[in-house]
């Protein structure tokens, strides 16, 4: 599949979405295998939500995802349904959704009123109303991180935002794509930089540990280098391609990511909602892609 969602993040104009955080106890410390969330991001399913959502959510529901994770809210609508709507359509399936994706831009704060526009704190408002429980912002505009004052002082707001979040009962956090590893500001890796200045009392992390290869990084390494930092993980593996991201996702186990051994070693660190996304297919369907998934993470006892 040429468009990953890596490109479909850095070329969209406007993404709006929220989520939220569980209770304090829910998520305090590592629980025994089986107690943790374990979701679908939606973009593993992304063109067959534009044709069918419900029609395709049910398939989803079928396989036993039981959450899901959004990467589509525009306009206050999430894959074209208002909150109320969405929250039922999800609710009579079984499902729930704790998280979800949108860009927090740098023009979602206001610096001459110092604070977020009307824009971003609906996005918070409706991620409450779903009963979302992390707000996660996937991006980091190019123009932010070509400074260092730039990005020091996104990273601010990113307190903020996780400050407006845990008001409604939520946390505000990023999602990590291959810049953050393999550009540097004052001979420092961007993603250190953003590890000294996060407040963790207010953001959270979920660690992509398919994305971070293009960047040159491995999983492993950084969760031994900040162990205990990701609450989140974004499960895939990866496969050589031939197309100019150098990897491409497939099903688990089949790659060279070493996703179980990963997974674990955040679990053990004490990680608790873990959220599968396969955005190349190698000839399968979609659906069928996460049907394995899901398959391959209840064998290996998630």
């Not at 990113?158 to 953050?180: D, I, P, R, V």
């Not at 996060?198 to 491995?218: C, E, H, R, S, T």
Request: with cysteine; charged share 25%; glycine share 6%.
């Amino acid at each position: 599949m040429k468009t990953s969602r890596r490109s479909f993040i850095q070329n969209s104009a406007v993404l709006i979405a929220g989520t939220a955080l569980l209770s304090k106890t829910a998520w305090a410390a590592p629980g025994k295998p089986g107690s943790e969330i374990l979701g679908i991001q939606l973009y593993s399913v992304r063109d067959d939500m534009k044709k069918d959502p419900l029609g395709t959510l049910t398939q989803v529901a079928k396989i036993g995802y039981k959450n899901v994770e959004h990467a589509n809210y525009i306009d206050r609508k999430f894959y074209g349904y208002t909150p109320t709507d969405f929250k039922k359509v999800l609710a009579d399936l079984g499902m729930k959704m704790p998280s979800g994706h949108t860009v927090m831009g740098k023009d979602h704060w206001d610096n001459t009123k110092k604070d977020f526009t009307d824009a971003w704190k609906q996005t918070v408002e409706d991620a409450a109303f779903m009963g979302q429980k992390y707000v996660i912002s996937p991006w980091i505009d190019e123009s932010v991180r070509k400074n260092y004052d730039d990005l020091m002082h996104h990273m601010e707001i990113f307190n903020k935002c996780g400050e407006l979040c845990q008001k409604s009962g939520m946390k505000f956090a990023y999602h990590n794509h291959w810049f953050e590893f393999n550009e540097k500001l004052n001979n420092t890796r961007i993603f250190d930089l953003m590890m000294k200045k996060i407040d963790f009392n207010l953001v959270a992390l979920q660690l992509d540990i398919g994305n971070m290869y293009i960047g040159g990084a491995k999983a492993a390494d950084v969760l031994n280098q900040y162990p205990g930092k990701f609450e989140l993980i974004h499960v895939k593996d990866e496969i050589p391609s031939t197309n100019e991201e150098k990897f491409e996702s497939c099903v688990l186990g089949k790659g060279i990511i070493h996703s179980k051994e990963v997974i674990d070693l955040s679990r053990k660190q004490g990680a608790k909602v873990f959220i599968v996304e396969q955005e190349s297919y190698q000839k399968q369907t979609p659906v069928q892609s996460i049907k394995e998934d899901f398959e391959v993470m209840k064998k290996w006892g998630y």
